[in-house]
Structure formats: structure tokens, C-alpha cells
């Protein structure tokens, strides 16, 4: 492909398309135009010459010179186009002498403007290749177009594939009988041809949220590899696909180059053509190669979309035909009206009447042609309406007449019309008597609200809830024939109950002036036995006068649907189950028992990592599913301490009786360790063809392996080859993140109460020490001091010095004892916290030192949650520190800083490699210092889980700041 279509993502035209290979620019063979009309004739072959330089238009004035051209084996024409009314004959009898003298062997277009659908039908049924029809705005593109179509085909010799292999593609095509048939051989036939990674067909969604803007597309068939059907279905080739139909051009894209800086693209997706098919269909392809599609692979695109759409208008066409002409027939014999149906090519002859027409004149059709309608129908005075005389073809005649039956004349609406049938006029004479007209237009209501209704299993009841009409769908559904339930009552199918909150719902319908639908859910029982789901879209049938004269419901089944729902449900049901498990076993069992109950995935498995396995059971170990490996005969079998493994923790009742009880899976073990390792789920739609699987004789087919994060994996097995459906397999994506969520909040828990546990100890142990100190100290220097009080009686003056002396010791021993029973309780964690106010607490602790201490406030301290207690006692400690290094003179400053609050002294401060000592207990810088003051601060900070340092105040004094964040 030519280097400028990779580096613009800009939409190519089909006069942009590259020239390799002379695709779509070389010139075509000459189409032939006949057309009696000289003006029109050469007008439309200038337009179409003009419009496109490839195409070569040579005016043929009549059939004669039609039919030398034809005949001349030196000259090639690519096809002809013609119009209808010719003055020797018509289109269709021309083309029938032409395939009668062997000259009919290029496509024939009919291009006319007094043609109608009727016409088109004809003419395609008789083997034209296309009708296009004059006078409207857009009739010479729509020609252009239709040519185009029929000329692509003498394009293909040129594309530079195997002429065989795309003639095959187009045939097959073009012989397609259904749209849906259509759209597969299509994505098919370019997914062959082109080898691309995946081709699919987007239909535009009939949605009234949606518009052209803001288009919303689905692919309805697809075709290519797993990755690529999945990565065309992304937005990136969404948007695309609307690109491309908004703009109505072809688009040759690379969507790395198309998507805005920091969108998501189609994963690996580089190269991709989008062709519209028709107003709402777009072709697409895609490949993850640069450059994969040069023009020729364009044009192979272009010409699928465009046999595609040639093959769909004609599909439709011809069901459209179909259904007129069974319409039509079981609208003659079945119409309640009386219709003639008279001959009057050479004068006037009677070919059928229906029924209704016997029974309401009483004449048969040989009565008639013995006796004349004159005679028999039109009474004396008035005259015979010649349709085709006053109307021509196609126009309906209306009027009210008087007409003679064998039980005396009757008043009747008369209308007609005149077609013409295989050269010969034919006039359809419909009678109503004009008593029934109120009947008759009722009838045509609810003929055509039941038209209106949606494209489904379809009814009519009526005002007695008896069916009157139901369609092919519907007897299908039910499994029995049209006429077995036309007559029968509604609660043949619905109960009592259903049928009273129909009419409920009627009535509200009735009463509205905007409401003309509702809906109902109901369930019903299917011809199988099995109970379905439906949804019954309902709507009144009224007459003229708003009396309701019965219903029209369109049904569909809504099973899957409800399934869905209910997945999901229970699903959401079970994910507030796993956020509640209080431990890894129960997540992993609530998770079988979800994957069974809410996805249908009964054979599933949990396995959780454990990194200290060392023993295995041989009885509780038979040979692995995945590894095939036999456990040991001796009942244990010492394993590596260094490697871990996945240990099961949950199956479900399904898999336990299919396998038993089942081993770990060690390192390395097979394909479910690979999952594990990957950290990527993986799907193996056929078992036995999966990489580094142990055992290929396991009866699993289909499995997938879903990790869950560090803490293990999630196996969801099928016995059959591709037995899991891609629902389920999101659906246990979810529940295997949602259980890692939970496995996740298990572990932190864990981890917590591990941590609890371990802070509960540690108090306890801090406060038997805190015990000791309190009593087996305490106590001895009690005993001493008392002591030293009844000596002072007995030592002369001599000895009261070493009295002061021992006093001293005793009340520094006292005071080391209060240091470190503080320290000790300062060092217990906190198990729990309250809101403190530090202003209030700095007051308090001031007090309690010395009120006459000057301590300076910069700002309103925070409130934090701590313990109030053990946060008077920093304080405290801080300003007898100050007091006692500084002296009763000391200024203390205490600030609001950004992250918590910092006490400042105007003293010497404490050198820079010393900070960090005085923070241990028994270190201090002053001669009569105990080391526990700032040591107790410390603790303190510590238990909350704040943070200390140590600085220097802006007067050269000591600067204390501590952080309530994250330490």
C-alpha cells in the first residue's frame, strides 16, 4: 500500500485508492444505452461519462441497432441499460427476445420513469440484473452505483488473486438467500482471501438513544483468529466503522495513527479497511501488520461490500415479492370483501372470484363469463366502471355504486385498479358492502397495528380474549400449527391471573393519550417441558370510535436474559458473602460454591499458595489431575523447604467426587502453575493441546486457570472441548477478583490480629516489669528511708553530713524507680486512641512542672488521637528537661508545625552528635541528670506511631519536633 494511507488517518476515496495494479482506474468496457427519448438519452450518458472518467456510455436510439451491437464479435460491452416503454416493445419482452437469440450475455439494467415496485419485481424476476427508476434526486447516482456493482465483477481478472478463488467468493455471494447467509460467506470470503487477522460486519443498532453522530454498531458476524475477533470488536474499530458510514467513504486506517494521544487502541491493531455496504452496514477488516492491505486487498474489499449489498437489495427484494404475491393470494381468498378479477386485453373476460364474492352476489366465475357482467352485475341506468379506460395502470379507481345480487341489489363501495400481468391487462374489481364499511376499516386497524407491532412471535386476540390471528413464529414457538390455536382462548397458554393483568395493563393503555404499548414478564411453558421466560409487548386495537376491539401482542423469550440477571444477582450476593469470610479457607470455599450456584460452573477448584510446605500425605495425595505424579507409599514424602506450592483449599461437590482428594501443585507443576506464575488468566478450550500438561489421559477437556493475585488460583474445568462459554468466563473473572479483594482484606486482618496479639504481650510483659519495679525496689527503699529517719536521733554532728549524703542516694534511687516505671508504661503500644486536645494538655502538664515556668504558645496546637495521658507526660518531661538543663529562667516555645508540633528552649541546646544519644535511656547531659526525661518523650512518640527529631531552636537552644504522620 502506498506509504501516504499509513501516515493520515483520513478516510481514501475511491479516486484516492492507489494505483497498483490498475485497480478501479482502468478503463471499462462501453455501456450500451437504449432510450427512445433522443434528449433523455444523451443527458444521462453525458452525466454518467462526467462523473466518472472510467466509464464509456454509447447511445442506442433503438432495439435494431440494439441488437447489431450486440451481435458484433468484434466489439465487447460491459452491459446494457434501458428503459421501459420502447416504441417496437417493452424491457422485459426485449430481454427475452435477446436470451431467445443467444444475445442476452451481458447484464441488462432497467432505467425508467414510469416503473413502480411492481415493475422492479418483475423485472428481477425475470432475470434483469438491476432496476433503477428515473425523475427522483438521487436516481443518476443510484444508476452510477448499480453499474458500478455490475462492473466490479470485470474487475476482478486485475486484483492479482486467484481469478477462481474471488469469482467463487462473488458467486457464492450472489446466490446467498439470506442476509445472515450473505454477511457470513462475506467475512468468510475476505477473511480467506486476504488472510487477515479477523473480518467482521457491522450493522448500525436501532436504538432511539443513539444517531448518527453518535452511532452505536455490533458486529453481527465475524470471522479470523480469537485475538482479532475479540480486538474488532473494541471502540477503536467501533468508531472506525462510524467514521466510515458517517462519511460514506472507504477508510484505509492505521488506528495507532487515528486514536488521540493517551486513547486506547485495538490491541496490536495496525492496518484496517472499513467499506460501507449500505446506510447502516459497514465491512471491516483488520490486521496487526503495518501496511497489510495495498490496493489490491482494498479492492477485494470493496467488491465483497459491494456484491454484499447488491445480494442483500435483492434478497430483500425478493421477500418482499414473496411476501406481496402470498399476501395478495391469501388476501384474495381470504379477504371478506367480494374481488373480480376480469381480463381485458381483447374485450372483457372473467379469470377468478373469490369466495367472498360467490357468497355475497351469488354468481360463480362461469355464470359470469356465460351471461356477461352487464347482465348479471350492473343494473339498468348505470354503466360498467372500465378501470384501465379511465385510470391506466396502477391508479385505484374508488366510488360508490349500486350492483345487482341474486338477493336483489345492494349498495357497495366499489375500488379498482388495472396491472399489467405478462403483456396482458388485468382489472381487480373489489366490492364492499357498505353496511360492513365500520367492519371492514376495523379489520384494516388491526391489520395494520399488527404489522406495526415488533418482528416477532406475534398474536391477535380478541375484546374475549380469544386468539383470531397468530404468525409462523408464534405456532412455532408453541410447537403447534396456526389453525390448532386460531379460535382457542388465551388461558389455553396463560393462567386466569396473567390474562386479568393483560386487560389491567389495556385499560391503563386506554386511558392514556400518549401510551400505545406496554410490556409484561411472564413465564410459560415451552413445548419441551421446560419454562421460559418471555417479555409480551402489548397494544390495543381500537376502532374509530376508541371501543377496544381486542389486542395485538409481539412475544419474546427473555430467558437468557433472566439468567443472566439471575448470574449476576447471585454473584453480587455471594461477593458480600467473601467480604465477610474471616479467613483464606472459607473465601475459597464460599468461591466453589458461588462458581457452582450463580455461573453453572460446577467442576471447579481453589488452590492457595503456601510457602513452607514439607510434608505430603500419600493418602491425601493421588496422583494430581494436571501432573500425573503418584504420591509416595510410605505415607509421607519430604519435600524442598525452599520451594512453595498451591495446596488446595476449596473443590466443588462436582470435582470431589471426580477426582477425589487431590495434591499440591509445586513449582513449575504444569499448566495451572503457569497461570499462577504469569499472574494472567488462561483458557484452554482443548486440554489435551495445551503446553506442559502432565496427564493427557484427564478426563478434562476445556479448562481455565484464573490467578488470584499472589495469594493462589481459580480452576474452572468442562468436560467437553470448548465447554466453558465466554459469559461464564467473565463472570468468573469477576468472582476471582472480587475473592482476591476478599483473600487481600483476610491476609490484612490476619496480619493486624498477628500484630495485636504480639503489642498485647508485649504490654503484658512491660507491665510485669513496670510490677517489679514498683514492689521489689520500691518497697527496700521505703524500709530505708524509714530507717534513716529513726537514726537521725542517734548520730552526733559529726555524722549528719553522711546522713544528707545516704538521704540524697535514697531520693535518687526514688526518682530513678518513677524514671523507669514511666518508661516502662510509655513503651506499651496503645490499643486504643481518643480525640486529645494538646493545647489542653500542654496546660496541664505546665501546672503540674511549675507554673511558673514561661512557656510561650506560637499558634493553636492540633487535636490528635492518642492517649492523653501519656501525652501530659511528654510534655512534662520536655519542660522539666528544660527547666532542669536550662534553668528556672528558660523560655519554652511551643508551635503548630505542618505535620504535627515542636517544643523550643533558649538553653545551650545538645551538640549535633549527641542528639540522637539522648533519646536512650540513663543518657544525659547534666551532672545530676537521670537519662529518662527526653528517653520517656521518645517512647511516647513511639507508642503512637509518631515520629521525633532532634534540632536546633532558633536561639541555639534545644528544638524537639514531632510528627503524628507515618513515622
Known amino acids: 500500500m502506498a506509504e501516504y494511507l499509513i501516515r493520515t488517518p483520513l478516510l481514501i476515496e475511491d479516486d484516492e485508492m492507489p494505483e497498483s495494479g490498475s485497480c478501479g482506474d482502468a478503463a471499462l468496457d462501453p455501456v450500451l444505452y437504449l432510450d427512445p427519448d433522443p434528449t433523455d438519452r444523451t443527458q444521462t450518458a453525458m452525466t454518467l461519462e462526467a462523473d466518472d472518467s472510467t466509464l464509456t456510455v454509447e447511445e442506442v436510439p433503438t432495439t435494431a441497432v440494439?441488437?447489431?451491437?450486440?451481435?458484433?464479435?468484434?466489439?465487447?460491452?460491459?452491459?446494457?441499460?434501458?428503459?421501459?416503454?420502447?416504441?417496437?416493445?417493452?424491457?422485459?419482452?426485449?430481454?427475452?427476445?435477446?436470451?431467445?437469440?443467444?444475445?442476452?450475455?451481458?447484464?441488462?439494467?432497467?432505467?425508467?420513469?414510469?416503473?413502480?415496485?411492481?415493475?422492479?419485481s418483475d423485472a428481477i424476476t425475470a432475470g434483469l440484473s438491476g432496476y433503477v427508476p428515473k425523475g427522483r434526486d438521487d436516481s443518476i447516482d443510484r444508476l452510477r452505483e448499480q453499474l458500478r456493482t455490475i462492473l466490479r465483477a470485470d474487475q476482478i481478472d486485475e486484483i492479482g488473486l486467484d481469478l477462481e478463488d474471488v469469482r467463487d467468493a462473488v458467486r457464492a455471494l450472489e446466490s446467498c438467500s439470506t442476509v445472515e447467509e450473505t454477511y457470513r460467506l462475506a467475512v468468510d470470503a475476505v477473511d480467506r482471501l486476504l488472510e487477515s487477522d479477523a473480518t467482521a460486519i457491522f450493522v448500525e443498532r436501532d436504538d432511539p438513544d443513539t444517531s448518527r453522530i453518535s452511532a452505536d454498531f455490533a458486529p453481527v458476524v465475524a470471522a479470523g483468529t480469537d485475538a482479532g475477533t475479540t480486538a474488532i470488536q473494541e471502540s477503536t474499530c467501533e468508531g472506525l466503522v462510524e467514521q466510515a458510514l458517517r462519511t460514506d467513504t472507504t477508510g484505509v486506517i492505521d488506528p495507532k495513527t487515528y486514536a488521540s494521544d493517551g486513547e486506547s487502541t485495538a490491541a496490536d491493531v495496525r492496518s484496517v479497511v472499513s467499506v460501507p455496504?449500505?446506510?447502516?452496514?459497514?465491512?471491516?477488516?483488520?490486521?496487526?501488520?503495518?501496511?497489510?492491505?495495498?490496493?489490491?486487498?482494498?479492492?477485494?474489499?470493496?467488491?465483497?461490500?459491494?456484491?454484499?449489498?447488491?445480494?442483500?437489495?435483492?434478497?430483500?427484494?425478493?421477500?418482499e415479492r414473496r411476501d406481496e404475491r402470498d399476501r395478495f393470494a391469501a388476501l384474495f381468498e381470504s379477504v371478506p370483501d367480494a374481488v373480480l378479477l376480469l381480463n381485458r386485453t381483447d374485450g372483457v373476460r372473467v379469470v377468478a372470484v373469490n369466495p367472498s364474492f360467490e357468497e355475497l352476489f351469488g354468481y360463480d366465475r362461469d355464470a359470469l363469463d356465460e351471461h356477461g357482467i352487464d347482465e348479471l352485475l350492473v343494473?339498468?341506468?348505470?354503466?360498467?366502471?372500465?378501470?384501465?379506460?379511465?385510470?391506466?395502470?396502477?391508479?385505484?379507481?374508488?366510488?360508490?355504486?349500486?350492483?345487482?345480487?341474486?338477493?336483489?341489489?345492494?349498495?357497495?363501495?366499489?375500488?379498482?385498479?388495472?396491472?399489467?400481468?405478462?403483456?396482458?391487462?388485468h382489472e381487480y374489481a373489489i366490492y364492499t358492502d357498505t353496511t360492513e364499511q365500520k367492519r371492514r376499516e376495523r379489520k384494516l386497524e388491526r391489520y395494520r397495528t399488527l404489522v406495526e407491532t415488533v418482528d416477532d412471535s406475534m398474536y391477535v386476540l380478541d375484546a374475549a380474549g380469544n386468539v383470531e390471528i397468530v404468525n409462523e413464529?408464534?405456532?412455532?414457538?408453541?410447537?403447534?400449527?396456526?389453525?390448532?390455536?386460531?379460535?382457542?382462548?388465551?388461558?389455553?397458554?396463560?393462567?386466569?391471573?396473567?390474562?386479568?393483568?393483560?386487560?389491567?395493563?389495556?385499560?391503563?393503555?386506554?386511558?392514556?393519550?400518549?401510551?400505545?404499548?406496554?410490556?409484561?414478564?411472564?413465564?410459560?411453558?415451552?413445548?419441551?417441558g421446560s419454562t421460559c421466560h418471555i417479555e409480551d409487548n402489548i397494544a390495543p386495537v381500537l376502532d374509530d370510535d376508541g371501543q377496544l376491539l381486542g389486542s395485538v401482542g409481539a412475544i419474546r423469550d427473555i430467558t437468557a436474559r433472566k439468567e443472566h440477571e439471575r448470574r449476576i444477582r447471585q454473584l453480587h450476593d455471594g461477593t458480600r458473602r467473601l467480604m465477610a469470610a474471616t479467613g483464606s479457607d472459607e473465601i475459597a470455599r464460599i468461591m466453589t460454591d458461588i462458581a457452582s450456584e450463580a455461573i453453572n460452573l460446577d467442576l471447579n477448584s481453589v488452590f492457595l499458595y503456601q510457602s513452607d510446605i514439607t510434608t505430603r500425605s500419600a493418602a491425601a495425595s493421588p496422583p494430581d489431575r494436571a501432573t500425573g505424579e503418584p504420591a509416595s507409599e510410605d505415607g509421607t514424602t519430604p519435600l524442598d523447604d525452599s520451594n512453595g506450592g498451591l495446596v488446595p483449599a476449596a473443590m466443588s461437590d462436582r470435582a470431589r467426587k471426580l477426582f477425589?482428594?487431590?495434591?499440591?501443585?509445586?513449582?513449575?507443576?504444569?499448566?495451572?502453575?503457569?497461570?499462577?506464575?504469569?499472574?494472567?488468566?488462561?483458557?484452554?478450550?482443548?486440554?489435551?493441546?495445551?503446553?506442559?500438561?502432565?496427564?493427557?489421559?484427564?478426563?478434562?477437556?476445556?479448562?481455565?486457570?484464573?490467578p488470584l493475585g499472589e495469594h493462589g488460583i481459580f480452576i474452572v474445568s468442562s468436560l467437553a472441548v470448548n465447554g466453558l462459554d465466554s459469559e461464564a468466563l467473565t463472570l468468573a473473572r469477576i468472582l476471582a477478583a472480587n475473592a482476591e479483594a476478599a483473600l487481600d482484606r483476610a491476609a490484612r486482618e490476619s496480619e493486624l490480629a498477628d500484630r495485636s496479639r504480639e503489642l498485647e504481650r508485649?504490654?503484658?510483659?512491660?507491665?510485669?516489669?513496670?510490677?517489679?519495679?514498683?514492689?521489689?525496689?520500691?518497697?527496700?527503699?521505703?524500709?530505708?528511708?524509714?530507717?534513716?529517719?529513726?537514726?537521725?536521733?542517734?548520730?552526733?554532728?559529726?555524722?549528719?553530713?553522711?546522713?544528707?549524703?545516704?538521704?540524697?542516694?535514697?531520693?535518687?534511687?526514688?526518682?530513678?524507680?518513677?524514671?523507669?516505671?514511666?518508661?516502662?508504661?510509655?513503651?506499651?503500644?496503645?490499643?486504643?486512641?481518643?480525640?486529645?486536645?494538646?493545647?489542653?494538655?500542654?496546660?496541664?502538664?505546665?501546672?503540674?512542672?511549675?507554673?511558673?515556668?514561661?512557656?510561650?504558645?506560637?499558634?493553636?496546637?492540633?487535636?490528635?488521637?492518642?492517649?492523653?495521658?501519656?501525652?501530659?507526660?511528654?510534655?512534662?518531661?520536655?519542660?522539666?528537661?528544660?527547666?532542669?538543663?536550662?534553668?528556672?529562667?528558660?523560655?519554652?516555645?511551643?508551635?503548630?508545625?505542618?505535620?504535627?508540633?515542636?517544643i523550643e528552649d533558649d538553653g545551650p541546646g545538645i551538640p549535633a552528635d549527641e542528639r540522637d544519644d539522648?533519646?536512650?535511656?540513663?543518657?544525659?547531659?547534666?551532672?545530676?541528670?537521670?537519662?529518662?526525661?527526653?528517653?520517656?518523650v521518645s517512647e511516647v512518640v513511639e507508642a503512637h506511631g509518631w515520629s521525633i527529631s532532634l534540632g536546633e531552636s532558633a536561639s541555639g537552644g534545644l528544638r524537639v519536633a514531632i510528627s503524628v504522620g507515618t513515622p
Open 379 to 425: 343494473p339498468a341506468g348505470s354503466e360498467e366502471i372500465d378501470v384501465y379506460e379511465s385510470a391506466g395502470l396502477e391508479s385505484v379507481v374508488t366510488a360508490e355504486v349500486e350492483r345487482c345480487t341474486t338477493d336483489g341489489p345492494r349498495d357497495f363501495l366499489f375500488r379498482g385498479f388495472a396491472t399489467e400481468i405478462a403483456g396482458e391487462i
Open 762 to 902: 508485649q504490654n503484658d510483659r512491660l507491665e510485669a516489669f513496670a510490677s517489679t519495679v514498683s514492689h521489689d525496689l520500691r518497697n527496700p527503699l521505703t524500709l530505708a528511708a524509714g530507717h534513716l529517719e529513726n537514726l537521725d536521733a542517734h548520730v552526733d554532728e559529726g555524722g549528719e553530713q553522711h546522713l544528707e549524703e545516704i538521704a540524697w542516694a535514697l531520693d535518687r534511687m526514688d526518682e530513678l524507680v518513677e524514671n523507669v516505671l514511666a518508661l516502662a508504661r510509655s513503651s506499651q503500644r496503645l490499643t486504643e486512641t481518643v480525640a486529645v486536645d494538646l493545647d489542653a494538655v500542654l496546660d496541664q502538664a505546665h501546672r503540674a512542672v511549675d507554673p511558673t515556668l514561661e512557656v510561650v504558645r506560637d499558634g493553636s496546637l492540633p487535636t490528635v488521637d492518642g492517649d492523653e495521658s501519656r501525652l501530659r507526660a511528654l510534655f512534662e518531661n520536655i519542660l522539666r528537661n528544660a527547666r532542669e538543663h536550662v534553668g528556672d529562667d528558660v523560655t519554652v516555645t511551643v508551635t503548630a508545625t505542618a505535620d504535627g508540633f515542636a
Open 277 to 319: 455496504v449500505n446506510g447502516d452496514t459497514v465491512l471491516q477488516t483488520i490486521s496487526t501488520t503495518p501496511n497489510a492491505f495495498d490496493g489490491h486487498a482494498v479492492s477485494i474489499v470493496k467488491l465483497v461490500a459491494a456484491t454484499v449489498a447488491s445480494t442483500v437489495t435483492r434478497i430483500q427484494s425478493e421477500r
Open 473 to 528: 413464529a408464534m405456532a412455532d414457538y408453541f410447537g403447534e400449527p396456526r389453525d390448532a390455536i386460531v379460535g382457542e382462548h388465551v388461558t389455553e397458554f396463560i393462567s386466569e391471573a396473567e390474562l386479568e393483568e393483560r386487560w389491567a395493563l389495556i385499560e391503563e393503555m386506554q386511558a392514556s393519550d400518549d401510551r400505545r404499548s406496554g410490556t409484561i414478564e411472564t413465564t410459560i411453558e415451552s413445548p419441551n
Open 660 to 706: 477425589g482428594t487431590v495434591g499440591y501443585i509445586e513449582s513449575g507443576g504444569g499448566i495451572a502453575w503457569d497461570a499462577y506464575e504469569a499472574g494472567e488468566a488462561i483458557v484452554h478450550g482443548d486440554l489435551r493441546r495445551a503446553p506442559n500438561v502432565r496427564s493427557p489421559e484427564t478426563p478434562i477437556r476445556s479448562e481455565a486457570h484464573i
Open 918 to 936: 539522648v533519646l536512650e535511656w540513663g543518657y544525659s547531659t547534666a551532672a545530676e541528670g537521670t537519662g529518662f526525661g527526653l528517653a520517656i
Open 66 to 120: 440494439l441488437r447489431d451491437a450486440l451481435a458484433d464479435e468484434t466489439s465487447e460491452y460491459a452491459c446494457v441499460v434501458t428503459e421501459y416503454r420502447l416504441e417496437e416493445t417493452d424491457a422485459l419482452s426485449l430481454y427475452d427476445s435477446l436470451r431467445a437469440a443467444g444475445l442476452a450475455t451481458v447484464p441488462i439494467v432497467l432505467y425508467t420513469a414510469d416503473g413502480d415496485e411492481k415493475l422492479a
